[in-house]
């Protein structure tokens, strides 16, 4: 438990580092592409230097893709949120998931019968899913299941001592798992520093996780996760339950704008 506290602080920290260098990266990819934009317009450019600065340009939208990632793991707090019902993003995760993982990895969802309401973003919540699945994925080479699933769950003492952010109350618990290879310690301490991974140059950015990390953290939720080798892993994210509120009931009736003037 520990070792995950000082793991939510020094995400912090890298959190922070991260934002500001992809924000200042981010400048610098913006002049290179305008470079290459104005070359491309330029009429005497042999067709060998075309293709050149269409590479560039898929160069440049891969690195400005990976520093999008860095500035969403810093600087969640800037995402509008609204109120959401999970489940149906998970509905609509899984049915993306079933079209496009392989066959042999078998798509389980378990949802709670109460509609588990959030407050989120839904784009960045089918990010984490999404991270979650393919990571699921290439765990499972030879095939399994992946499970998602979602109930409802209070937050224990240790829980909200691992999470500054963390509040006591009811929570929604999403549930990820798989039945694939599992992570050895290294794997398991590292997990979610940017840039940290197993996989071959190419087939993964190490960011995965990190960015999962920073929404979960960003939405005042909480990730815990076990993982065994050989048998699976597993990762339970708690997000605090949104209450209704009276400004968040919907009005029946329309009625004027009363404003003391
Ligand atoms: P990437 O997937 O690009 O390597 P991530 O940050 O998503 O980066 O994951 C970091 C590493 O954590 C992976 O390389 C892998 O070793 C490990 N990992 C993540 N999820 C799982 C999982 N479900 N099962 C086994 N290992 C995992």
Same mark, same amino acid.
């Given at each position: 438990?520990?070792?995950?506290?000082?793991?939510?602080?020094?995400?912090?920290?890298?959190?922070?580092?991260?934002?500001?260098?992809? *924000?200042?990266?981010?400048?610098?990819?913006?002049?290179?592409?305008?470079?290459?934009?104005?070359?491309?317009?330029?009429?005497?450019?042999?067709?060998?230097?075309? !293709?050149?600065?269409?590479?560039?340009?898929?160069?440049?939208?891969?690195?400005?893709? %990976?520093?999008?990632?860095?500035?969403?793991?810093?600087?969640?707090?800037?995402?509008?949120?609204?109120? %959401?019902?999970?489940?149906?993003?998970?509905?609509?995760?899984? !049915?993306?998931?079933?079209?496009?993982?392989?066959?042999?990895?078998?798509?389980?969802?378990?949802?709670?019968?109460?509609?588990?309401?959030?407050?989120?973003?839904?784009?960045?919540?089918?990010?984490?899913?999404?991270?979650?699945?393919?990571?699921?994925?290439?765990?499972?080479?030879?095939?399994?299941?992946?499970?998602?699933?979602?109930?409802?769950?209070?937050?224990?003492?240790?829980?909200?001592?691992?999470?500054?952010?963390?509040?006591?109350?009811?929570?929604?618990? %999403?549930?990820?798992?798989?039945?694939?290879?599992?992570? !050895?310690? $290294?794997?398991?301490?590292?997990?979610?520093?940017?840039?940290?991974?197993?996989?071959?140059?190419?087939?993964?950015?190490?960011?995965?996780?990190?960015?999962?990390?920073?929404?979960?953290?960003?939405?005042?939720? *909480?990730?815990?996760?076990?993982?065994? %080798?050989?048998?699976?892993?597993?990762?339970?994210?708690?997000?605090?339950?949104?209450?209704?509120?009276?400004?968040?009931?919907?009005?029946?009736?329309?009625?004027?704008? $009363?404003?003391?003037?």
């Amino acid at each position: 438990q520990q070792a995950q506290l000082n793991q939510a602080r020094k995400m912090e920290a890298v959190g922070a580092l991260a934002s500001g260098v992809a *924000h200042d990266f981010n400048n610098v990819l913006q002049a290179i592409s305008a470079y290459v934009e104005l070359l491309q317009t330029s009429h005497d450019l042999q067709s060998e230097s075309k !293709d050149t600065l269409a590479k560039m340009d898929q160069v440049i939208e891969r690195a400005a893709q %990976l520093v999008r990632h860095l500035l969403s793991f810093g600087r969640e707090d800037e995402v509008e949120t609204q109120r %959401l019902d999970l489940n149906r993003i998970i509905l609509q995760v899984a !049915d993306i998931l079933r079209h496009t993982l392989p066959k042999m990895i078998e798509i389980e969802t378990d949802l709670s019968q109460t509609p588990p309401i959030i407050q989120g973003e839904p784009s960045r919540l089918e990010q984490v899913l999404m991270n979650l699945g393919i990571n699921a994925k290439d765990a499972m080479p030879e095939g399994g299941t992946l499970s998602l699933s979602t109930s409802l769950a209070s937050l224990g003492e240790t829980h909200l001592a691992l999470n500054p952010k963390a509040r006591p109350g009811d929570h929604i618990k %999403l549930t990820v798992s798989d039945t694939g290879t599992g992570m !050895d310690e $290294m794997t398991k301490e590292h997990l979610f520093e940017p840039f940290f991974t197993t996989k071959k140059p190419g087939q993964g950015t190490g960011l995965g996780m990190a960015t999962v990390y920073g929404i979960v953290n960003s939405l005042n939720g *909480h990730i815990v996760f076990e993982s065994a %080798l050989g048998k699976g892993t597993t990762f339970d994210i708690y997000f605090p339950v949104k209450k209704q509120k009276q400004a968040d009931i919907p009005m029946k009736t329309s009625t004027p704008n $009363m404003q003391a003037t």
